[in-house]
């Protein structure tokens, strides 16, 4: 269904044709103080600077044509400032389209007209090495991003660029038959893998013959000789084994196509041919590069794509990536979601893409900060190793164990267990998510795991709270959907506050997709939980008189269900008891 916001856009461009013949568009948006109004409409200044007019008596006009155009849905709107209109909403416009919203499966957000397909590039762990907690952001932010685009009716394609091609494989394979021992009888732990990877590093630093063994190993390789090959697979089958076990852990969306570095290599060589041919791409002292002399923060920051010894790399292996998503799934859009200090290569990439054939496709790289310890820095284990975020995910729900056992000594056991597993990952990500992305954020288990404040508990706990409502006066589950009444009455003031704030959850997903940002969707439901508060402190709801009664039913029903929508939009999971 069409948003409060998008309905007050139409009518008032409308009203502006017809009562000062302008064009332009109104350009409604929420007001910054509620003291002033709901909505504002800013379009007419620069209507009004297009026509070297004084603004506000074009705005006088269009404020009383709006008077009667929207007298079912405001009060008469009022100008102010240079020539703002702003508009307040009736409780009983408010009141009408909640059991509308009610009926929604979408909750009154509105689909993504045109819907566009969209391919979403995040996690990507490299192969051999064991997921840290640097994993952890792209991880949630990608996914959380993946399920909100498809929310608003985009079709999503998510695909894990897993690096399976890289260097790290001369090391591993020049251990092969201790590999091989391991990899042909038991599952081997990553942590063995990886603990082989870091010999071999340092020995190749202080034996140049055991670098190049480790090179001539990466060689066959990529020569497809069958043994290294066959030792490869292995490695990759098991680490995605494991980093598939923390993916379920953490609730992440299935990714619908898993197709690492490797995938590309043959169609590296084609693509700096391709790109030498068309011009893009030129020699350099033996190598080559693509160069942005044209464009000032890049005009000396060359892009190689072959070296001079003939390898290809990490740039290299993107272009035939965007190729091939271009080809295959032709999207209109193409999300990367890396750590910020990929910037550089994504903007070479992106510039590069454009030049070549991909002028009209969207590229984001969506950056982020560093999770830092309390002191801090970058966070580290006490021997300074990085954590691993099988760990980080059992110290959670380890401590949310703890706590769910001191306050529900109660509930059996198992119940306890999967409360503690629903809210110590849901705090975890909840922590991340609520971040403005590109800062950096200092991790603290007391902070995320309290009740109070903007947590994952805090929402958890409010969504319990509501539905427990529920549970005491009405047939669970049941809710109030379906009894055919058709319009709310909202004669407190807490209940049109909260009527109005549930009608914009629309623009809280707006803002969470326009710039990529799960963390306003954090904000809407904490603020949404603050106004419920409110609201269920001063309103009775099963023992108010009817139609009050009804009518706050259908309240709590939706506030429960656009937290349990906006969490699970986060990736974040809600229980029904606790
Ligand atoms: N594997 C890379 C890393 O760990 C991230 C890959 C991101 N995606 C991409 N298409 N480059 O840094």
Not at 151 to 180: A, M, P, Y
Not at 241 to 250: D, F, K, V
Not at 469 to 492: M, N, S, Y
Request: glycine share 8%; net charge neutral.
């Amino acid at each position: 269904m069409e948003s409060v916001q998008q309905l007050l856009e139409r009518l008032a461009t409308g009203v502006i044709r017809q009562s000062i013949g302008a064009d332009g568009a109104a350009n409604v948006r929420p007001c910054g103080n509620p003291k002033f109004g709901d909505y504002q409409i800013n379009g007419l200044l620069p209507i009004a600077k297009a026509r070297g007019e004084n603004p506000r008596p074009l705005a006088d006009k269009v404020a009383a044509a709006l008077a009667s155009a929207l007298a079912d849905i405001a009060e008469p709107p009022t100008v102010a400032g240079a020539g703002f209109i702003n508009v307040r909403l009736k409780p009983a416009f408010v009141g009408s389209l909640l059991p509308r919203v009610l009926g929604d499966p979408r909750l009154g957000v509105p689909a993504a007209s045109p819907a566009r397909t969209i391919v979403i590039d995040y996690s990507a762990p490299n192969i051999a090495k064991q997921l840290h907690v640097g994993h952890l952001r792209s991880t949630i932010i990608g996914d959380s991003i993946a399920r909100t685009l498809e929310f608003l009716g985009h079709k999503v394609i998510s695909d894990n660029h897993i690096g399976d091609w890289g260097t790290q494989f001369g090391f591993l394979l020049r251990s092969k038959s201790e590999l091989g021992e391991y990899l042909g009888t038991s599952a081997i732990h990553l942590s063995t893998i990886e603990q082989i990877y870091r010999k071999n590093v340092a020995e190749a630093e202080k034996d140049p013959a055991a670098r190049d063994e480790a090179k001539a190993e990466l060689v066959k390789l990529q020569a497809g000789d069958p043994e290294a090959t066959r030792i490869w697979k292995a490695l990759c089958d098991r680490t995605m084994e494991a980093i598939n076990e923390i993916y379920t852990r953490l609730g992440v969306r299935p990714f619908d196509h898993t197709l690492g570095e490797s995938f590309y290599h043959p169609r590296l060589a084609g693509v700096v041919a391709e790109l030498k041919t068309r011009g893009l791409a030129e020699d350099s002292e033996g190598a080559v590069c693509v160069f942005f002399r044209d464009v000032p923060q890049l005009k000396d920051k060359p892009f190689l794509i072959q070296k001079s010894d003939g390898a290809f790399l990490y740039p290299t292996t993107d272009l035939a990536t965007v190729q091939y998503r271009v080809e295959t799934w032709k999207p209109g859009e193409i999300i990367y979601v890396t750590d910020s200090r990929q910037k550089l290569h994504f903007e070479q990439l992106f510039t590069t893409a454009r030049r070549w054939d991909y002028p009209d496709l969207k590229l984001a790289h969506v950056t982020f900060g560093s999770v830092l310890g309390e002191d801090n820095k970058p966070i580290k284990t006490r021997s300074g190793e990085p954590i691993r975020l099988e760990e980080l995910l059992d110290e959670g729900e380890k401590r949310a164990q703890a706590i769910v056992d001191a306050n529900y000594a109660d509930l059996p056991e198992a119940t306890r267990r999967e409360i503690a597993r629903v809210v110590g990952i849901g705090a975890v990500k909840y922590a991340d998510l609520s971040q403005n992305r590109v800062n950096d954020y200092v991790f603290s288990w007391p902070k995320m795991l309290a009740m109070q404040g903007n947590t994952a508990p805090y929402l958890q706990y409010a969504y319990v709270r509501i539905r427990s409502i529920f549970r005491k006066g009405e047939e669970p589950g049941q809710g109030v959907r379906g009894r055919g009444q058709e319009v709310v009455t909202l004669a407190d003031a807490a209940e049109f506050d909260l009527a109005k704030f549930i009608l914009r959850f629309p623009e809280a997903i707006e803002l969470a997709t326009e710039d990529y940002r799960p963390n306003f969707i954090c904000s809407y439901l904490y603020d949404l939980a603050g106004k419920f508060s409110v609201f269920y402190e001063r309103c009775p709801v099963l023992k108010a008189d009817e139609p009050a009664r009804s009518s706050r039913l259908i309240l709590c029903q939706l506030t429960a269900e656009v937290l349990r929508k906006g969490l699970d939009l986060l990736g974040i999971q809600t229980i029904e008891q606790m």
